[in-house]
Every structure is written in C-alpha cells, then in structure tokens.
C-alpha cells in the first residue's frame, strides 16, 4: 500500500509540473485537459513490442526521454533570426520554445496568421487528425509539447511565396517537442515548408505536425530533416483532406543518428487528391524508417506516392506504406512506389508495401526494388574518363531525378541542394 501512495503522489506532482508549465504559456483550461488525457495515456509507459511489423526493424526506446518531459526545464537562449525574402511568413521554433514570428505585409492583408500555437484558437482541430493515441511518441508530445506555431491561410487566399518553419533541436533541454498545425480554409494555395536543423550528441526530437485543408484548398507541404550527427527523432505528419482538396507532401531524410518519419494522408472528402514524394540519403551507419498512410474514405479520390532512397557505409532504411479504401471510396485511384539504391555492400534496405481494399470498383497498384549500384553504369561512365566518386554521384542524381522533377520549383532546389551538398560530403 505503502508504494502505491508514493507512486499516487509522483504523479500528482508530475500533474503539477504539466499544468504549471501549460499555464505559463498562457493555455486555456481546454488545452490543459488535452494535456491531462494525453498524459494519462503514458502511466505507465507501454513501449510496442518489436513483433510489431511497425517497429521490428528500429527500437522504441531510442524515442524515449532520458527524463521526465513533462518537468519545466530551462529553455536555451538563442540568437535573433529573420527569414530572407521571397517567403509569406517564417517562424522559428528553438530551445523548446517559438523564439520568432514574421507575416509578410501581403500576407498579413490577406488575413494569414502565423501565431503562438499555445494560446491560438485553433478551431477545435488540435489533437484531432494526430490523436494522443496515435502511439506513445504522439502521446508524449501532446503531454508535454512546447514551441507551437499554427498557420490559418483564410478562405480563398492564393501565397505566391511559401511559408517557411525552422525548428532547431537541442538547446538546454535533451528533447525537443514541437508542435505545427496548419489549417488552409476552403479554395486556399500555399505551401508550407518545415525545416529539422542543427542538434548533436543525445538530443530528441519529437514533433507532430498536423493539416486539415478545406474543400478545393490546394497545399504543398515540405518536411526536411537535416539534424547533425548524434541526433535521434520521431516526426509524424498527417493531414485530413475536404472534397476537392489537393495535397502534395514532399520529405527529405539526410542528417541525425536515427529518423522515423510516419506521414499520413485521410481522404475524407470526395475527389480529394494526395502526393506524397520522399527522398533519403543515407550514410555510415545512419538509420532511416519510413512510414506512410494513404487512406481513402471517399468516392473518387486519389493518391500517388514515390519514395527514393539511396544508402552507402553501413546505413540501413526502412519504408512502411500502407494503402486504405474503404468501402465508402469507390471510385478510387492508388499508387505507391518505393525504390531503394545500395552503394556500399553494408547497406541494406526492407521495403514493405501493403494494401487494404475493401471495394473492387478501383485502381491500385504498388512497385518496389532494392539494389545494388550497377557496375556497366559506373563502368561505362569511369570509361568516359570519371572519377569513381563523380561517376557514383552521377548516377545517384539520376537515380532521384525522377522524383525531384515532380516537386515544385522552389521545393526542388531547395532539396535538389540539400542533395549535391551531401554527395560531395561523401
């Protein structure tokens, strides 16, 4: 009886910690609750066991917090910051907290908003497309998520320029729990890119994204991982479409120790359409897991999906997709292709698609490789008087054209120099 009381009275005191923390961000008593449910879900932490074919290839507890996070930690100081034209708006989020906020005068006209997440309203959305039991990392981050942004794009509205979120890991605290929600209201076009940078030996990051486009809004949406060596993180991105809504999300996987990336797309109206186009380029013994959901709730929606993945060293990448229709969708359309490059022979790749239809009157088809580096390629290039590592680079350019090309402009030179950057690294 004696250490049920103790552990009754831990978690009254961890309770504390949370509300107290939630109240100085300014956060109403709804918010608060969330935080209460969400972290009722972690007493106890239950990690998923390994049989699960979502975690038999990487280890949970490298996503857990070497200490409570729901505990008030000092926050790092960190520089000022400013975006560069041409962008709608910025924000930055470092050392656990929104350190910048900036709305172009256009934008601002037009009634977008780029705020604090912990104070906005939020239209009743928050918590609902990821939900605190997604799994333990989204449990964790809705218990204890600090630096928030929410980006409201009004009905209508066309951005010529893309809105750009930086999210800074380290600092202070080991763990970092951001937390975006984007809501792009009926008509609305934009795009939004989320960028992972800096961090180094022991940091976490846990961050939840979350979109929810209105009927005809058109988005694009980028999310980029470039962490230094040592970081480990676990990002989850999810979106939930209106009829005629279009979503394009393109990620790129370069940097950190260890990265799960789970992105999920709800069709939920009729004729919504989802693309989803990844990139990874792995080295040494970086570690990569991917994850995607397209599922398909209504009649005559579509969705595509291409993922290229390049590994040298011993670099090792898993990709998950999974591809739903529901008997409500009939009508639908679905594609998935994952194709992974090996450069090195330690490298290794686990490519696993599945499909779940639940109504005939579709068109769905999947197709994925892993293989190694085609020895006539580099042979027929170092016979044109290459160098081994440009003729290798070369034909990894190639490799990931097909896919760079689909992105938009703006999205694919950014990536496209993400990309020539660390080939020349290596």
């Known amino acids: 009886m004696a250490s049920k009381a103790i552990i009754a009275e831990a978690e009254q005191v961890r309770l504390a910690h949370l509300e107290r923390r939630a109240r100085s961000f300014g956060e109403d008593e709804s918010r608060i609750s969330a935080r209460r449910t969400a972290a009722a879900l972690l007493d106890p932490l239950v990690l998923p066991g390994r ?87 989204e449990a964790l981050n809705a218990a204890a998520w600090t630096g928030g942004v929410l980006i409201r794009v009004p009905d209508g509205v066309h951005l010529g320029a893309p809105i750009a979120i930086r999210v800074v890991a380290g600092g202070a605290a080991a763990t970092t729990m951001p937390r975006i929600l984007i809501i792009a209201g009926p008509g609305s076009e934009f795009e939004v890119v989320e960028v992972h940078v800096e961090g180094g030996a022991g940091n976490l990051v846990l961050g939840v994204t979350e979109l929810a486009l209105g009927a005809g809004a058109l988005v694009r949406y980028g999310l980029v991982q470039r962490w230094e060596p040592g970081v480990a993180g676990h990002l989850t991105a999810r979106a939930r479409l209106a009829a005629g809504a279009r979503l394009q999300t393109s990620f790129a996987t370069f940097g950190g120790d260890v990265c799960k990336v789970d992105l999920g797309v709800v069709l939920a109206g009729e004729g919504a359409e989802a693309e989803t186009f990844g990139v990874a380029l792995g080295a ?140 020349h690294e290596d």
Not at 98 to 124: K, M, P, S
Request: hydrophobic fraction near 40%; aromatic fraction near 6%.
């Open 284 to 423: 040494e013994t970086q570690h990569f897991d991917q994850h995607t959901e397209h599922i398909h709730e209504a009649r005559h929606t579509r969705s595509n999906l291409h993922v290229k993945v390049a590994l040298t060293g011993a670099a090792r990448s898993v990709y998950t997709g999974m591809i739903r229709i529901a008997a409500t969708a009939a009508g639908s359309e679905a594609y998935q292709e994952n194709r992974n490059l090996l450069l090195s022979r330690d490298a290794r790749a686990e490519t696993i698609p599945e499909l779940e239809i639940l109504t005939d009157d579709v068109k769905c088809s999947h197709g994925a490789t892993v293989a190694p580096l085609e020895p006539e390629q580099l042979f027929y290039l170092r016979s044109r008087g290459l160098p081994a590592s440009q003729a290798q680079r070369l034909i990894v350019y190639g490799f990931l054209d097909e896919t760079l090309q689909r992105l938009p402009n703006a999205t694919r030179e950014r990536i496209g120099a993400l990309i020539a950057a660390r080939l």
């Open 51 to 137: 049989a699960r074919h979502l975690w038999r290839y990487t280890d949970p507890r490298r996503f857990v917090p070497a200490s409570d996070p729901t505990i008030e930690m000092p926050l790092a100081v960190t520089p000022s910051w400013q975006i560069s034209p041409p962008h709608a708006g910025a924000g930055l989020i470092a050392g656990g907290a929104l350190r910048a906020i900036e709305v172009g005068d256009e934008a601002r006209a037009a009634g977008v908003e780029i705020v604090d997440l912990h104070t906005a309203d939020d239209e009743g959305l928050f918590g609902s497309i990821v939900t605190a039991d997604h799994g333990f990392v």
